[in-house]
């Protein structure tokens, strides 16, 4: 009798029709996000060939699709991939192969850490990121005495953590023929008594870093992916890398054809002659994971190195006003073309007259009411009369909430009261447009957006300081905040449609934390981790 009975139980497990499935994934049990139009939230997706297919409640999800694979939240908050509207993605891939220098509380400290640096790299060109004299006791500019003790004949440039100012040694400066007294357009050359201190403001760094052998492309590669590696991990499913040459597209292409890199890019091309050639012979380049269609453009240099262009006079220094990067004609000349080719304009303006110069470049060539989405980057420093130039032309101001948290120990000293109380003034400039794309300007700021949402909604530093928040009128509410994140970043790159929300034919771009950051304790935001990470539905990082 055991026989037959076997074989019926194997003829019905036979008989049994195989599930058929009509999806890739589902997420269940979740706090979804959505982000779409009415910030809807949901408990339960649905993604299928790299895109979401339905969003709603799980009982309807399950009753119409049977995934391959479900993942359940058990809770957790679930929002579309995060994207930072400005970075310096292969700038902060190339610098973690250099000289970390970020955090150090003094110039010895600095000394010491390049000293040890160049014990494991012992040859070539000694290159260093992240140094700040706003945070040591001593807040002067360093000098290159003790650097030259250490490293006589070995090349070094440290490049301060805004990158538009750089001490060298006397070697770096020998090979690049720098000289005391030396001028130069949009720079600095620090002569004092008639020696060089090896300080190199803005233009004036680039003098010794042409000097430098360029990246080979097995270095570029491992830099972009050892980038990507970091930023999934921090929840960044897409970046705009900031001031690129052209021949960065077809090392990012390849890298993405074989499947290495899946981080999104939108590459704003450098203000070079031969890229704006590249790209107005060739059109823009769109691919689902890179697209080319803009230029970035350099107006002023920092604050923090007095590099950024005031209508007054610096506080802390009568006779300065900073300075323009080039001449004004060649703002109006590259404004003109960029327009007549129908590309996007993206200008670094820092203090108030770099704004006012490049506002009015763009007003004469958008001509009103537009949906060119041309961008100033970083907007800080704004005159009280300019604001209303951003709605009258509906340019777009790109900003960095860290970067407010960062400076407010000293800007006041730089800019005064008065002054101070208009610069990094988000909420104002979200209400020109209605809407304003976030962005962290790394590898100046850190990568984490959990500390872009914390600054830009609780005004602190992560010491909690001050304790009422950074001028708190011009704070971003949570939903603002999240927006400038994920859709209004997207929109900034005319991206809005593919990417920035959860829902039905976009990209299943979507980070699960492991705290809800539209609920948690103001002090609780910068301690929140990233559980996973997806591109396209397909996990890319999972904490350990």
């Given at each position: 009798m055991k026989k037959p009975l076997l074989a019926i139980l194997l003829?019905?497990?036979?008989?049994?029709?195989?599930?058929?499935y009509n999806a890739d994934l589902l997420i269940k049990n979740a706090v979804v996000y959505t982000v779409d139009?009415?910030?809807?939230?949901?408990?339960?997706?649905?993604?299928?060939?790299?895109?979401?297919?339905?969003?709603?409640?799980?009982?309807?999800?399950?009753?119409?699709?049977?995934?391959?694979?479900?993942?359940?939240?058990?809770g957790k908050a679930?929002?579309?991939?995060?994207?930072?509207?400005?970075?310096?993605?292969?700038?902060?891939?190339?610098?973690l192969q250099y000289a970390n220098l970020v955090g150090l509380k003094s110039w010895q400290a600095t000394l010491d850490t390049v000293k040890n640096y160049a014990t494991h790299r012992t040859e070539g060109w000694i290159v260093g990121w992240g140094w700040d004299q706003n945070t040591w006791a001593n807040k002067a500019f360093p000098n290159k005495a003790k650097l030259d003790s250490l490293f006589p004949v070995r090349p070094v440039i440290l490049n301060r953590v805004d990158g538009?100012?750089?001490?060298?040694?006397?070697?770096?400066?020998?090979i690049a023929g720098v000289k005391p007294g030396q001028k130069i357009i949009g720079g600095a050359i620090e002569t004092i008594n008639g020696k060089l201190t090896g300080i190199l403001v803005d233009n004036a760094v680039g003098i010794v870093t042409r000097k430098i052998p360029t990246p080979t492309e097995p270095m570029i590669q491992a830099a972009l992916l050892d980038a990507q590696k970091n930023c999934f991990a921090v929840g960044l499913t897409t970046i705009d890398d900031c001031g690129v040459p052209y021949q960065l597209i077809n090392v990012i292409a390849q890298l993405q054809h074989k499947g290495d890199l899946k981080?999104?890019?939108?590459?704003?091309?450098?203000?070079?002659?031969?890229?704006?050639?590249?790209?107005?012979?060739?059109?823009?380049?769109?691919?689902?994971?890179?697209?080319?269609?803009?230029f970035k453009v350099y107006a002023d240099g920092a604050l923090g190195s007095r590099g950024a262009c005031l209508l007054k006079p610096y506080t802390d220094q009568p006779k300065w006003n900073g300075f323009l990067l080039s001449?004004?004609?060649h703002f109006e000349e590259v404004a003109k073309k960029i327009a007549e080719h129908g590309f996007q304009m993206a200008t670094h303006a820092i203090g108030d007259s770099a704004n006012r110069v490049i506002l009015k470049i763009y007003a004469e060539n958008l001509k009103g009411k537009n949906d060119k989405r041309w961008r100033i980057e970083h907007a800080q420093i704004i005159s009280p009369e300019d604001v209303k130039l951003f709605g009258d032309y509906n340019i777009i101001p790109s900003v960095q909430p860290t970067h407010a948290t960062s400076d407010m120990a000293w800007a006041i000293k730089r800019l005064g009261a008065d002054r101070l109380k208009t610069a990094y003034a988000y909420k104002n400039l979200l209400k020109q447009n209605g809407w304003i794309p976030l962005g962290t300007d790394f590898p100046v700021e850190n990568i984490n957006p959990m500390y872009t949402f914390y600054a830009a909604v609780e005004r602190k530093d992560l010491k909690g300081q001050p304790d009422g928040g950074f001028q708190m009128e011009n704070a971003l509410d949570r939903q603002e905040a999240l927006r400038g994140m994920t859709i209004w970043a997207?929109?900034?790159?005319?991206?809005?449609?593919?990417?920035?929300?959860?829902?039905?034919?976009?990209?299943?771009?979507?980070?699960?934390?492991?705290?809800?950051?539209?609920?948690?304790?103001?002090?609780?935001?910068?301690?929140?981790?990233?559980?996973k990470t997806f591109v396209n539905g397909v996990k890319v990082y999972e904490k350990k």
């Open positions: 003829l019905a497990a036979a008989c049994k029709p195989k599930k058929e139009s009415t910030f809807s939230t949901a408990n339960a997706f649905v993604v299928s060939n790299g895109k979401i297919q339905a969003v709603g409640n799980i009982d309807s999800l399950e009753d119409k699709y049977v995934a391959r694979e479900v993942i359940d939240a058990q679930v929002y579309p991939g995060f994207i930072d509207a400005h970075a310096h993605f292969m700038e902060y891939g190339l610098g538009h100012a750089a001490i060298a040694n006397e070697a770096a400066l020998n981080m999104r890019l939108y590459l704003m091309l450098a203000d070079q002659p031969e890229n704006y050639d590249y790209l107005f012979k060739r059109g823009a380049y769109k691919t689902p994971g890179l697209n080319v269609r803009a001449q004004k004609t997207a929109k900034a790159n005319f991206e809005e449609k593919e990417k920035g929300s959860i829902e039905p034919g976009k990209f299943a771009d979507f980070v699960i934390l492991d705290q809800d950051i539209m609920k948690a304790r103001g002090s609780e935001l910068p301690k929140i981790k990233v559980l």
